[in-house]
C-alpha cells in the first residue's frame, strides 16, 4: 500500500506541474484591460500558491522515497505525503480554474476533468480521515 500511494502521487505530482505549467502560459497570453492577466495580483498569487504546492509535494514524495529505499519505518509519512498531495492538488485544480475565468469550467480547457481527477485524490487509497486517523494514533492519541 505504501508503493501503491506513493506511485499514484507521483502521477498526480506531474499532473499538478502540468497544470502549473499551463497556467503560466495562460496569464502571459491572456490580456484584459490593456495587460496580461499574469501582472494581477489576484492571478500571480494563484500561480505562486501553486507552484509552492508543487515543489513541496514533489520534494515530499521524495523524502518518502528515500526513505522507502533505506528501509525506514515510513508509516506517518505516507500517509503526511498522501494528505499533502492530494489536497494540494485539488487547491491548484481550483485555482487553475479560478485563472482561467468563465473558460476553466468548459471542456474544451479539460481543467473540468483536472478537477474530477484531483478531487479523488483525498478519497482513494485510504480516504484522508483515515490518514489523519492513523496519524493521530502514531501520535498516541487514544481514538
Known amino acids: 500500500m505504501k508503493r501503491e ?18 497556467c503560466v502560459a495562460y496569464a502571459n497570453h491572456r490580456r484584459q484591460f490593456g495587460a496580461n492577466i499574469g501582472s494581477f495580483q489576484s492571478v500571480s498569487n494563484r500561480l505562486a500558491d501553486m ?17 522507502i529505499r ?5 508509516t506517518s509519512d505516507i500517509a503526511i505525503a498522501k494528505i499533502f498531495v492530494s489536497e494540494s492538488a485539488v487547491a491548484s ?8 475565468g468563465g473558460r476553466g469550467i468548459l471542456s ?16 482513494y487509497s485510504g480516504t484522508n480521515d ?14
Open 5 to 22: 500511494i506513493l506511485f499514484a502521487f507521483a502521477i498526480t505530482v506531474g499532473e499538478m506541474r502540468r497544470r502549473l505549467d499551463t
Open 93 to 100: 485544480a481550483l485555482d487553475a480554474i479560478q485563472i482561467h
Open 70 to 74: 533505506s528501509n525506514d519505518d515510513i
Open 130 to 143: 483515515i490518514q489523519r486517523g492513523r496519524i493521530a494514533a502514531l501520535l498516541g492519541v487514544n481514538l
Open 51 to 67: 507552484k509552492i504546492r508543487y515543489e513541496l509535494s514533489q520534494k515530499w514524495l521524495y523524502y518518502v522515497a528515500d526513505k
Open 108 to 123: 474544451e480547457t479539460k481543467l473540468d476533468a483536472d478537477l474530477a481527477s484531483a478531487v479523488a485524490g483525498p478519497i
